[in-house]
């Protein structure tokens, strides 16, 4: 049985989320790393938050800490099934 934990394509969603989120609120890697650091006490620097984005390797609670270091909003499960469906069909 294959471990849906490591879900190729759910961290793919993950890093599109996190990634569009850092555009629309302006955040780099070093600005996000600093606000984590201030606001939450979690010591990242800016090439391992990169890592952990890019590999979708993020564990729900850095997820949620990242999104609410950017200021999110919401966040839309419809959204995030939208395109985590867009990338299982790709491939």
Known sequence: MANVYQDPAMKQTLARIVRSNMDLSGNTYRS??????ERYGIEHNPD???????????????????????????????????????????H
């Open 48 to 90: 391992t938050l990169r890592n952990k984005v890019s590999t979708g390797a993020l564990g729900a609670q850095m997820f949620l800490f990242m999104m609410m270091a950017m200021d999110a909003e919401s966040l839309a499960i419809e959204q995030v099934k939208n395109i985590y469906q867009k990338i299982k069909n790709d």
């Open 32 to 37: 996000l790393s600093q606000i984590l650091s």
